[in-house]
């Protein structure tokens, strides 16, 4: 098992930021994807970004629209998701998640059944 614990949610007005951490309580194979997923109400989760553990390669999906940032740090076991320009259609709980196969045809994926280890999500609102 790999803790995950998630923070940094809240409730910010359209086209401002967040910054959401991920603690990692456990070793992650540094060839491993982690990677962010949301969930909003009565919508099915889907995934955000996603980044190799080791060499930081990133993988995105288009509902970001280039808005969002993963990033992460090895040494402090830690995973960040930088947000820009929310909008309210962003509003949702956001995961943290580990530890999905790298695959060299396709990279990380974003799918959440790849993925095993799984935080207990913050919440972002974002107004109008």
């Known amino acids: 098992q790999v803790p995950l614990v998630e923070s940094g949610g809240g409730s910010v007005q359209a086209g401002g930021s967040l910054r959401l951490s991920c603690v990692l309580g456990?070793?992650?194979?540094?060839?491993?994807?982690v990677a962010w997923f949301r969930q909003a109400p009565g919508k099915e989760r889907e995934g955000v970004a996603a980044?190799?553990?080791?060499?930081?390669?990133?993988y995105y999906a288009n509902s970001g629209g280039g808005r969002f940032t993963i990033s992460k740090d090895n040494a402090k076991n830690t995973l960040w998701l930088q947000m820009d320009n929310l909008k309210p259609e962003d509003t949702a709980m956001y995961y943290c998640?580990?530890?999905?196969?790298?695959?060299?045809?396709?990279?990380?994926?974003?799918?959440?059944?790849?993925?095993?280890?799984w935080g207990q999500g913050t919440q972002v609102t974002v107004s109008s």
């Open positions: 456990g070793s992650i194979d540094y060839s491993k994807c």
């Open positions: 998640a580990g530890a999905a196969s790298y695959r060299g045809a396709t990279g990380c994926s974003l799918m959440s059944y790849e993925y095993n280890y």
């Open positions: 980044i190799v553990f080791g060499r930081g390669t990133t």
